[in-house]
Structures are given as structure tokens and as C-alpha cells.
């Protein structure tokens, strides 16, 4: 079955910096879109980053120029590289397949991230 399991997250100082790792197993890596999504208490769940097939990735606007989605398709692992963490960055955060309609969507369990002095 696909597997996705996050790991990485933890409780961090506001400007500090946090690498989130999602392990992927079960499907062929790099067949589809990858994505980081991130659930604060009390709000939807909502889209971080995204990664396409072609290698390009879509960052939402307030993650742009802080956060770096990427992938080792090597190891069939997808990154979320976090530098200059705010508090507003608090979340769950949840790696998914965007498998589409044949396929599947598919998440991982999350990973908590704390971003507080």
C-alpha cells in the first residue's frame, strides 16, 4: 500500500529553521505531483508547496521565499526545507500524493511543527 510517513517537525524558535522529511513507499516516486499541506489548530488544512512532475515547484504566498519543497527520488523522499520560522507557521504539517482520480490522493500521518519562544 502507499506509505507516506513524516517525520522532521518539533518545536522551534521564531526564526529558526526545521527540515520535514515524508518517506514514500508503495508507488512509483516522481509519477506524480507531491504536496505539503499544513493544518493549524482550528483552520482548514491548506496548501504549502507542490511539486509537479516536470520539477517545478508552487509555493503558497506566505511560505515564498522561506520554504523549499524538493525531492531525492533516490531515497523516495520529498523535503520541506523551513527557514525563518514564524509563529503563524504552527501546524500540522502532511505530506501528499496528488494521485488524481485514478490514482488516489494520499497523506501522511503529519508532523507536528512548533514555531514559539
Known amino acids: 500500500q502507499v506509505q507516506l510517513v513524516e517525520s522532521g517537525g518539533g518545536l522551534v524558535q521564531p526564526g529558526g529553521s526545521l527540515r520535514l522529511s515524508c518517506a514514500a513507499s508503495g508507488f512509483i516516486f516522481g509519477g506524480y505531483d507531491m504536496s505539503w499541506y499544513r493544518q493549524a489548530p482550528g483552520k482548514e488544512r491548506e496548501l504549502v508547496a507542490r511539486l509537479n512532475t516536470f520539477g517545478s515547484p508552487i509555493d503558497a504566498a506566505s511560505v515564498k521565499g522561506r520554504f523549499t519543497i524538493s525531492t531525492d527520488n533516490e531515497k523516495n523522499i520529498m523535503y520541506l526545507q523551513m527557514i525563518s520560522l514564524k509563529p503563524e507557521d504552527t501546524a500540522v504539517y502532511y505530506c501528499?500524493?496528488?494521485?488524481?482520480?485514478?490514482?488516489?490522493?494520499?497523506w501522511g500521518q503529519g508532523t507536528q511543527v512548533t514555531v514559539s519562544s
Open positions: 501528499k500524493v496528488e494521485g488524481g482520480s485514478w490514482f488516489g490522493d494520499y
